[in-house]
């Protein structure tokens, strides 16, 4: 006679006080914390020094109300870029026809706008219709035939710019109308009042800082229920405080000039959408798989074709969005628009702590990566550095965001 033993009930205690541990858990020892995620924690580390660097380099400027809406606004297309480069990027892929594709973007936007007078928002759909094809072509390529995306998208670099050139028959349109141009060069300013200041953009930033803090102590409530290492509470505290203040501060400077750029209420909107879809869907632990071992994600089930396939379509949708974004912000389609996109959105992978190999990346870190650049760029361009030089330092900033993620494999790999 066999006997059977119920089965155990959930621990409904150490649930329960997940929350009152996450009070006490954790380590105070700052090079432990560091050392625990070098490649996430240098970059951040990174980003505050070169934003000092150049506040002084500048006398403030650099740190102006002025000039921080101006870097919004000059830069978002390529963070928008830099969200679907690093979700390709951890799939272990790479996509060189992003600047391309943009052109092409714009340049159907233009035509149907400008040239044959539809509404504005016909223009938006068409660029974004035009993204997502070419993303199902790029898709289709590098997951149901085979081909290395490196190869496809050196193609579409080719061809994609080739048709830009043939839809605008290689002139320059503009202008686009007033609604078009809001979708870069627009802000929302004045709805809750305000001495001097923009009411309405400091209230989203308090926002944005609630939000932040509730995301983080939840994060820290889960990793200490499943025994992961966090830091100490008071550590926790200073951390999500510094962050709060540095939003705060963003959203102070940009309430003093012109308000809340629209344009950052779209990159906002992406950042905290596709960091959800990264983090907590079956998609994004399916992509981090492929990246990191695809023998063992295909053995597990992943239905690798279809992820790559669709992987590709996503990197499409958001460059059409940053086409849209682009040709807004220039009033314009030209030929030659996009050009070196690309490498920006790369390099803003990859110095975001995204590795080589793939399997690894973050989007928080992508936009990191390209704010970075795009600091460094607008600080260059304050201090008056030729053309040239700025592309020499952007080369080496990227050869050495490479180079610390060898260092970070090859010092994990020792350490086994």
Same mark, same amino acid.
Not at 102 to 107: E, F, I
Not at 122 to 146: D, P, R, S
Not at 195 to 219: M, N, P
Not at 335 to 348: C, T, Y
């Given at each position: 006679?066999?006997?059977?033993?119920?089965?155990?009930?959930?621990?409904?205690?150490?649930?329960?006080?997940?929350?009152?541990?996450?009070?006490?858990?954790?380590?105070? @020892?700052?090079?432990?914390?560091?050392?625990?995620?070098?490649?996430? #924690?240098?970059?951040?580390?990174?980003?505050?020094?070169? &934003?000092?660097?150049?506040?002084?380099?500048?006398?403030?400027?650099?740190? #102006?109300?002025?000039?921080?809406?101006n870097i919004v606004l000059q830069y978002s297309?390529?963070?928008?870029?830099?969200?679907?480069?690093?979700?390709?990027?951890?799939?272990?892929?790479?996509?060189?026809?992003?600047?391309?594709?943009?052109?092409?973007?714009?340049?159907?936007?233009?035509?149907?706008?400008?040239?044959?007078?539809?509404?504005?928002?016909?223009?938006?759909?068409?660029?974004?219709?035009?993204?997502?094809?070419?993303?199902?072509?790029?898709?289709? *390529?590098?997951? $149901?035939?085979?081909?290395?995306?490196?190869?496809?998208?050196?193609?579409?670099?080719?061809?994609?710019?080739?048709?830009? /050139?043939?839809?605008?028959d290689n002139i320059s349109l503009s202008p686009?109308?007033?609604?078009?141009?809001?979708?870069?060069?627009?802000?929302?300013?004045?709805?809750?009042? =305000?001495?001097?200041? @923009?009411?309405?953009? /400091?209230?989203?930033?308090?926002?944005?800082?609630? =939000? $932040?803090?509730?995301?983080?102590?939840?994060?820290?409530?889960?990793r200490i229920r499943y025994q992961q290492p966090?830091?100490?509470?008071?550590?926790?505290?200073?951390?999500?405080?510094? &962050?709060?203040?540095?939003?705060?501060?963003? =959203? *102070?400077?940009?309430?003093?000039?012109?308000?809340?750029?629209?344009?950052?209420?779209?990159?906002?909107?992406?950042?905290?959408? $596709?960091?959800?879809?990264?983090?907590?869907?079956?998609?994004?632990?399916?992509?981090?798989?492929?990246?990191?071992?695809?023998?063992?994600?295909?053995? #597990?089930?992943?239905? &690798?074709?279809?992820?790559?396939?669709?992987?590709?379509?996503?990197?499409?949708?958001?460059?059409?969005?940053?086409?849209?974004? $682009?040709?807004?912000?220039?009033?314009?389609?030209?030929?030659?628009?996009?050009?070196?996109?690309?490498? @920006?959105?790369?390099?803003?992978?990859?110095?975001? =702590?995204?590795?080589?190999?793939?399997? &690894?990346?973050?989007?928080?870190?992508?936009?990191?990566?390209?704010?970075?650049?795009?600091?460094?760029?607008?600080?260059?361009? /304050?201090?008056?550095? @030729?053309? #040239?030089?700025?592309?020499?330092?952007?080369?080496?900033?990227?050869?050495?965001?490479?180079?610390?993620?060898?260092?970070?494999?090859?010092?994990?790999?020792?350490?086994?």
């Open positions: 006679m066999t006997s059977t033993r119920p089965a155990p009930e959930p621990d409904t205690a150490s649930s329960a006080s997940a929350p009152a541990a996450a009070l006490h858990t954790g380590t105070s @020892d700052p090079r432990t914390l560091i050392m625990r995620n070098l490649r996430q #924690s240098g970059i951040y580390v990174a980003f505050i020094v070169i &934003v000092a660097l150049f506040a002084i380099l500048t006398d403030g400027v650099s740190l #102006s109300p002025g000039n921080i809406t297309y390529i963070l928008v870029l830099a969200i679907g480069m690093v979700i390709v990027i951890i799939a272990g892929h790479i996509d060189l026809s992003v600047g391309s594709v943009v052109a092409l973007t714009g340049a159907v936007s233009a035509v149907l706008v400008i040239q044959q007078g539809q509404p504005w928002w016909v223009g938006v759909l068409a660029a974004l219709a035009v993204g997502v094809a070419v993303g199902a072509w790029h898709g289709f *390529w590098v997951a $149901y035939v085979g081909m290395p995306a490196f190869i496809v998208t050196l193609a579409g670099m080719l061809l994609f710019r080739g048709l830009t /050139l043939q839809v605008l686009f109308p007033a609604e078009y141009q809001r979708a870069a060069n627009g802000f929302l300013n004045g709805l809750l009042g =305000g001495q001097g200041y @923009d009411a309405f953009t /400091l209230l989203i930033a308090a926002l944005a800082v609630a =939000g $932040y803090a509730v995301s983080e102590f939840r994060t820290r409530v889960a966090v830091e100490s509470f008071p550590l926790f505290v200073a951390r999500v405080a510094l &962050v709060g203040a540095i939003i705060m501060f963003f =959203g *102070w400077q940009l309430a003093h000039a012109r308000g809340l750029p629209i344009v950052l209420i779209i990159l906002a909107a992406l950042v905290i959408g $596709y960091g959800l879809v990264t983090r907590r869907t079956v998609f994004g632990r399916q992509v981090y798989a492929i990246g990191g071992n695809l023998s063992a994600a295909m053995l #597990s089930g992943v239905k &690798v074709r279809s992820v790559n396939f669709w992987i590709f379509v996503n990197m499409g949708f958001l460059t059409g969005v940053a086409g849209v974004i $682009y040709s807004s912000r220039a009033n314009g389609a030209q030929p030659a628009a996009g050009n070196m996109f690309e490498l @920006d959105a790369i390099a803003a992978a990859f110095i975001g =702590g995204a590795a080589v190999s793939g399997g &690894v990346g973050t989007v928080v870190g992508a936009m990191v990566g390209g704010l970075i650049m795009a600091v460094m760029s607008n600080g260059m361009q /304050l201090m008056g550095v @030729d053309q #040239s030089t700025q592309s020499v330092i952007k080369g080496l900033v990227l050869l050495l965001a490479v180079a610390f993620d060898i260092y970070n494999k090859r010092r994990a790999g020792a350490s086994r």
